[in-house]
């Protein structure tokens, strides 16, 4: 990341005190979602490579790379039986179960699920002792099956399954994780639901895995009511109980739902189920009342963690950071950088962006552009969310200068600007009669894809026509 330029610098009256170290997210008001704690190193940005002309590669002989399978480009079973003749008669031997399997895999995905299955028999009756189906090639006919029916419809799925139990190869835990894996690719979760009670009733049970694979699946398209009723279902008729995984799956549900009176309610069952809450589960609880601003609430789930014997970790006092930060306890939330220091676990910029946060909220933006000095400084470099949230700050505290100067500087390292800031520095310029400026602001946003050039000409025009409103009212010369 660039340096600060001279002009940028000592902006804070009374700096932050040394004793931070290491960086990701958040720009104030605008972006008050924690959507992501854990720290995510900034991306070094590289100039294009020059264009090298290749070489053309010379043509390889089909070998037993599934990679290297042509694909199918007639549906047509006679046209896809002569190409399969082609490929065994062009092919070097041995072929493995992986050649033929991909085959079927290529075919698959353009035609019937009867074609393929008359495909399949025909490779089996062609090849005679060469190619034996195991139980992945019955696999590829079921992830069609899954993806090829319709809404509250499994008879294609059915007729794979069946398929399978007449050739040997009855279905296990892996059938039902690719099943179900594959019906909800193509949004066919109540299928899946329905599938998982009939297999685990006939053939196999899913495994954990699958099992919280679903229920988050769920959690993103279903009522809360509907979630529970499929886990009771799964617990009193085949004895599938919910696990640690299971549980911090539906907390962390309801508190993006902002519902913490249903978490808190969820502990309990966790415990009453013999399992101790870990650090994700507290640190999920934690961050639904940062969605509340509610910063008391987030220092009494860490004092019940501690308590509990449960560590904290990085996570966990970014989330107390961001959450007192948000809260407008600024100075209670620096007292915690001490303490993770303390505990090995030094700020990264989610910490310092959210302390950043907070102070432009209090209206100190010079004193948070003085920690982006601070960052550098202990070595941590700062990120495009930590400059977006200082232009946002600046500019809404009537700091033009500065935050024009930081953006220069987010220009030349070819940062995006994020919706909040480029809003703000807009009307900001306009405020300033300075037009030409926020055109040229405009062009940047749309030349580096910060924003779809609809939403960044509809910025404009709304700030230009808040402009001309204020002119007309007397409110700006």
């Not at 399949?120 to 190619?131: A, V």
């Not at 979760?189 to 009939?198: G, H, R, S």
């Not at 402009?467 to 700006?476: F, P, R, Y």
């Amino acid at each position: 990341m660039g340096k600060i330029p001279p002009s940028l610098r000592g902006a804070a009256t009374h700096p932050v005190n040394t004793f931070l170290k290491n960086p990701s997210a958040l720009i104030p008001n605008a972006s008050d979602s924690l959507s992501s704690l854990k720290p995510t190193p900034p991306k070094p940005y590289r100039f294009p490579k020059k264009p090298t002309k290749k070489k053309p590669s010379k043509p390889k002989s089909q070998d037993q790379n599934p990679n290297s399978a042509p694909i199918f480009k007639s549906p047509d079973i006679s046209d896809a039986k002569n190409l399969f003749n082609s490929l065994i008669y062009s092919s070097r031997p041995p072929l493995d179960v992986k050649f033929y399997n991909s085959l079927l895999q290529s075919y698959s995905s353009i035609s019937t699920l009867n074609d393929s299955i008359s495909l399949l028999r025909y490779m089996t009756n062609k090849t005679q002792n060469s190619f034996s189906p195991d139980r992945s090639t019955y696999h590829v006919l079921l992830s069609q099956a899954c993806k090829l029916g319709s809404d509250d419809d499994l008879s294609a799925v059915h007729q794979a399954l069946n398929l399978m139990v007449s050739d040997g190869f009855p279905p296990d835990k892996v059938s039902t994780d690719i099943a179900v894996r594959s019906l909800c690719s193509v949004g066919r979760v109540d299928e899946a639901m329905e599938l998982v009670k009939e297999l685990s009733l006939k053939h196999s049970m899913p495994d954990s895995f699958t099992y919280n694979f679903l229920i988050r699946q769920l959690c993103k398209t279903r009522a809360l009511s509907t979630i529970y009723n499929f886990i009771d279902e799964l617990k009193n008729s085949f004895n599938i109980t919910p696990d640690l995984v299971t549980y911090t799956i539906l907390i962390d549900n309801v508190c993006n739902s902002k519902n913490l009176r249903e978490a808190t309610r969820l502990l309990g069952l966790l415990g009453e189920a013999g399992f101790k809450p870990d650090v994700f589960v507290y640190n999920t609880i934690m961050k639904g009342y940062c969605m509340l601003s509610q910063g008391s609430m987030v220092i009494d789930v860490y004092n019940k963690m501690k308590d509990d014997g449960v560590e904290p970790d990085l996570v966990t006092y970014n989330t107390l950071v961001f959450g007192l930060s948000k809260s407008g306890r600024v100075k209670e939330a620096k007292k915690f950088l001490k303490v993770m220091t303390k505990m090995g676990h030094f700020p990264d910029a989610v910490t310092y962006t959210s302390l950043m946060n907070g102070m432009c909220r209090e209206g100190d933006a010079l004193k948070a552009l003085g920690l982006l000095e601070e960052m550098e400084a202990q070595g941590c470099a700062p990120n495009s969310c930590t400059y977006n949230t200082l232009l946002h700050g600046l500019c809404k505290s009537r700091l033009l200068d500065k935050g024009i100067k930081l953006y220069e500087v987010m220009k030349n390292e070819n940062m995006k600007l994020e919706t909040a800031s480029y809003a703000t520095v807009l009307r900001a310029l306009c405020r300033e009669d300075k037009i030409a400026e926020a055109y040229e602001i405009f062009d940047y946003a749309v030349e580096s894809k910060s924003l779809t050039d609809v939403a960044a000409y509809a910025t404009l025009e709304s700030t230009l026509k808040w402009l001309k409103k204020a002119k007309e009212k007397g409110q700006i010369d």
